[in-house]
């Protein structure tokens, strides 16, 4: 299983990105998938989580209102749209493959880093003042 994020890159305060992750060598749409970010000196933090079917999103309060994650499994690929950018979103980006396929979420979506099996390398994403 490889993920590929990219999409990162420089951008003024209040701007827009849109990060994108493909998944090759597995099976794609029977996982949740999931972003993380990791700062300078920081512990890696939960972004946004996508249900496997697509049916569900859940948001850590750091993008709630500006951040929107989705998915097409067709394209094998997760997609984070971020706006309203500010310079404390300056991190590497991490996208990750939950490693149970077809997982309920219940009341429990998958917001930490051990629900993920699989990483991606990360992009950078730089925002200025």
């Known amino acids: 299983v490889q993920l590929q994020a990219f999409g990162g890159g420089l951008v003024q305060a209040g701007g827009s990105l849109r990060l994108s992750c493909v998944g090759s060598g597995g099976t794609f749409s029977s996982y949740s998938m999931g972003w993380f970010r990791q700062a300078p000196g920081k512990e890696r933090e939960f972004v946004a989580a996508?249900?496997?079917?697509?049916?569900?999103?859940y948001y850590a309060d750091v993008g709630k209102g500006r951040f929107t994650i989705s998915r097409d499994n067709a394209k094998n690929t997760v997609y984070l749209q971020m706006n309203s950018l500010k310079p404390l979103d300056t991190a590497v980006y991490y996208c990750?493959?939950?490693?149970?396929?077809?997982?309920?979420?219940?009341?429990?979506?998958?917001?930490?880093?051990?629900?993920?099996?699989?990483w991606g390398q990360g992009t950078q994403v730089t925002v200025s003042s």
């Open positions: 990750a493959k939950d490693g149970r396929s077809f997982a309920a979420w219940g009341n429990d979506p998958p917001s930490t880093t051990y629900a993920y099996e699989y």
């Open positions: 996508i249900h496997w079917n697509g049916a569900r999103t």
